[in-house]
């Protein structure tokens, strides 16, 4: 029992913080890491003594603040470079080390900028954010022992809250005696705090305040911006048969609408936990279960965006040296030719359809008139082909280079999944606006494949985004018009899955609304020719032999980042227009073209199903443009209205004119097709609407006339395939019924 009356010393602390001695070592250590913090913002530097050096952190503190901006950056690297245990500190327990970081922040800030104008003495709060090149975990690993813990996630953003307040320090009231607590602060993130159940004020004599008396004052708080994200796994990273995974992301002040959905972001974080919002108890369950469950969200302490994936074309700034280069390939004599064989350099052959891709990728000019109408500059391409040709494949491939690139298929596709859709908010149970493909493309380029699968209602939706650039809505309360500036790109079958020649028209199942608004539409026939299945069987067979090295030599002329660079510098920076020289000629060929198109009308006696349009004129108009901007060229003069035509040539107007008849077997040669002409027109003044006629007797009569027989045959089934025939009484008897 010795020592029992030792009387103890007794001292008092001039610095405060004496609670208790444990208490006060803690606070002397996070008085040591602060400053330890204070010391590294205010001697990091970067450079050597004889090259000259920058303090990196003072001097981006004092340029944020003059900007208005209260966040520095800090990277990981140079802390873990200026001192280990600190980076260690804040990596282990980046909950309080953060805010001790940010206090740092705050007094370098003050001494950096001093002194202030009148009006601005107080000092702001600094933000930190954090950044990393460490690698990043997958949204699977974080397990139970990552929690508190700083971490680094890979994912898409896939939606994102309207901006809210969030309260860091509370004014508090006590109902009772109306005594006042002042500033009580709030652990940031989304844990929520606990009101106090008891008023502690001493009051003598009076009535004793009530349980639970306080309530808040809100006029007396202070906020931050905040706003929570849904971060999804990357798709590439999700093992097979799995669904992707989800985290949810807490983001305050000057990191809140830093992304939009769609973007590929890398998270910092603080992996943290948050208070099951606990379900209603039900009857004859006991109360207290799942009193520790927790649920798992990220609190960001920094954002990175990724511009290379697919999808995202590299739209970050180009540097000097890289707009000099893209300079150099835009004055290079084949350009034009380079860049079509750039457009899927593992598919063989059809050239035509590529520099037309290439075209769509580029894009034409914008053009706003004085009236404030536009005129659309993007271009349409349709692809109407047999199975087999790689339209597909050429639809993937633009998706990957296109600096903002959707890809959806027909069948799969609604129209309000294309447009934009009215859902109602699970949270607020407002309704709200979702934009679809056409929308979420806006500024690239929308691939539809299997468009010919497409319902038919669904497909008229998408009339006003290729020709007005506009989705307009009136739904739910909700009148909106939505911008959707992209290009589409569709791919089809024909009608009977393949193209048959002798069917001409009939092969195209479109309404001339949807085909005028195509710019460029291809047929694309799988021709039997052995020269050139030899070719492209070698070529197959290469692409599968050497596919991981021979993939230089099948690169084509300029390699796929380059590629996607110099479209997005093209379209940001170029925006021609056609030459007086250019335009006269064009409105010459236009006329032509019609009066062309007139006389096939007048030859065959029915309308072809792809008009010649005003439109079809403006799209030549694009295509010379976007052959301007592959140059980079002010002004798109004659040399590219002929390669516009050309294009036009090979695509549109062959479509509109092939003919019922060309390239059938037997039936090649323009005489055969005037002996046909020549049968039905004798066939139609023998006999008269409404009559009946055997078969048998038809062709005996028209063979004395010594026709040949397959002829008469196919031109009786080509009015029975109009419906100008009926077959009647077993197919014997002919009937004519217009």
């Known amino acids: 029992m010795s020592g029992f009356d030792d009387p103890g010393v007794y001292y008092s602390d001039s610095f405060g913080g004496g609670e208790a001695p444990g208490g006060d070592e803690g606070g002397q250590k996070r008085i ?22 920058t303090y990196k952190y003072r001097d981006e503190l004092k340029r944020h603040y003059t900007l208005g901006e209260y966040w520095v950056e800090v990277e990981m690297e140079d802390l873990a470079s200026f001192d280990e245990d600190l980076s260690d500190c804040l990596y282990k327990l980046p909950t309080e080390n953060l805010p001790l970081l940010e206090e740092a922040a ?30 990043h975990a997958s949204i699977r690993n974080l397990k139970s022992e990552q929690v508190s813990r700083l971490v680094k996630v890979h994912g898409i953003v896939i939606s994102a809250t309207a901006v809210k307040a969030k ?27 606990a009101l106090p159940r008891k008023c502690n004020s001493e009051n003598a004599g009076r009535v004793k305040c009530p349980v639970d008396p306080y309530f808040i004052i809100p006029d007396r708080c202070v906020c931050v911006d905040f706003q929570t994200l849904r971060l999804q796994e990357s798709p590439d990273a999700v093992p097979h048969g799995e669904m992707p995974r989800h985290l949810q992301l807490y983001c305050d ?7 939009v959905p769609g973007n590929r972001v890398t998270i910092m974080g603080i992996y943290s936990i948050k208070k099951v919002a606990a379900a209603k108890a039900k009857a004859g369950k006991e109360k207290g279960v799942g009193i520790g469950i927790r649920s798992s969200y990220l609190r960001v302490v920094g954002i990175q965006m990724d511009t290379e994936g697919a999808g995202r074309g590299a739209t970050g ?24 064989s750039s457009v899927a350099p593992s598919i063989y052959g059809s050239d035509d359809l590529k520099k037309a891709i290439t075209c769509l990728l580029f894009g034409g000019s914008r053009k706003r008139l004085p009236d404030g109408l536009t005129r659309r500059g993007d271009i349409n391409l349709l692809m109407l082909g047999d199975p087999g040709t790689a339209k597909s494949q050429l639809l993937k491939f633009v998706e990957r280079c296109a600096p903002i690139g959707v890809y959806t298929s027909g069948k799969g596709s609604s129209a309000a999944g294309l447009t934009a859709s009215v859902l109602r908010d699970p949270t607020t149970r407002g309704f709200i606006m979702e934009g679809g493909a056409m929308v979420l493309a806006d500024g690239g380029v929308v691939c539809i494949d299997e468009f010919d699968k497409m319902r038919e209602d669904d497909r008229v939706a998408i009339h006003e985004a290729m020709e007005q650039q506009t989705i307009s809505i009136a739904k739910a309360g909700i009148t909106t018009t939505l911008n959707s500036r992209c290009s589409v790109l569709a791919a089809a079958n024909s009608v009977f899955g393949r193209w048959d020649d002798t069917k001409g028209e009939d092969n195209i199942d479109f309404m001339p609304t949807i085909l005028s608004r195509f710019d460029m539409i291809f047929i694309i026939k799988d021709q039997h020719d052995q020269q050139r299945d030899m070719t492209l ?30 479209i997005a510098y093209a379209r940001t920076k ?36 792809i008009p010649i349009t005003v439109r079809q004129l403006e799209a030549i108009v694009r295509i010379a443009e976007s052959l301007a901007k592959m140059k980079l060229q002010a002004v798109a003069g004659e040399e590219e209205v002929d390669e516009a035509l050309r294009l036009f040539q090979v695509s549109t107007l062959d479509a509109a004119l092939s003919g019922s008849l060309s390239g059938v077997e037997g039936f090649t040669s323009q005489e055969d097709q005037e002996m046909l002409s020549r049968i039905e027109k004798q066939l139609k003044r023998r006999f008269a609407i ?28 080509l009015m029975l395939r109009r419906g100008e025939l009926q077959h009647r009484m077993q197919r014997k008897v002919l009937y004519r019924v217009k």
């Open 32 to 53: 040591q890491i602060k400053k330890r913090f204070r010391e590294f913002l205010r001697q990091f530097r970067v450079g050597t003594d004889r090259t000259g050096f």
């Open 106 to 135: 705050k007094e370098v800030a003050d001494e950096v900028t001093r002194p202030r104008p009148v009006g601005e003495e107080t000092v702001q709060d600094i933000q930190v954010m954090l950044k990393s090149d460490a690698h």
């Open 167 to 193: 309260a860091t320090k509370v004014c508090l009231q006590c109902r009772g005696c109306r005594s006042v607590l002042n500033n009580i602060p709030l652990p940031p993130g989304l844990q929520g705090y």
């Open 253 to 259: 002040r000057y990191l809140c609408d830093r992304v």
């Open 317 to 340: 700034s180009v540097s000097p040296q890289e707009e000099e280069q893209l300079r150099s390939l835009a004055v290079s004599p084949n350009i034009y030719n380079s860049l079509a």
């Open 537 to 566: 069987a070698r070529h197959v067979m290469n692409v599968h032999l050497s596919a991981q090295t021979q993939t230089e030599g099948v690169e084509g002329e300029i390699p796929l980042a380059t590629f996607k660079k110099y």
């Open 574 to 609: 170029c925006g021609p227009r056609l030459s007086p020289a250019a335009a006269e000629k064009l409105k010459n060929r236009y006329v032509v073209m019609r009066s062309g198109a007139r006389e096939h009308e007048r030859e065959t006696d029915k309308r072809p199903s």
């Open 690 to 717: 409404g009559s009946q006629v055997s078969e048998h007797s038809i062709v005996q009569d028209f063979t004395k006339q010594k026709y040949p027989e397959h002829a008469i045959y196919k031109v009786l089934h």
